[in-house]
């Protein structure tokens, strides 16, 4: 789209004569709630993650501490 012999521009006609596909307004609201919810999911599974994580750290830790108990 740049025009232009020593560089190429875009000029300002052409950013304002540029058209944006926008959705709906009621579109947008379903996107948004949609995104939302995939979000909020998101958010549960990197909560597990970090839970089970937190447990392997502590695991090795709790393995000693048996070993030395002789609990094995």
């Not at 502590?58 to 000693?64: C, E, N, R």
């Amino acid at each position: 789209m740049g025009r232009g012999q020593t560089f190429t521009e875009i000029s300002k006609e052409q950013v304002e004569a540029f058209e944006i596909p926008i959705p709906p307004l009621s579109e947008q609201h379903q996107i948004f709630f949609y995104l939302k919810e995939k979000m909020a999911q998101v958010e549960n599974i990197q909560s597990a993650i970090r839970n089970q994580q937190a447990g392997l750290d502590a695991l090795p830790q709790s393995i000693l501490r048996k070993a030395f108990r002789g609990e094995l």
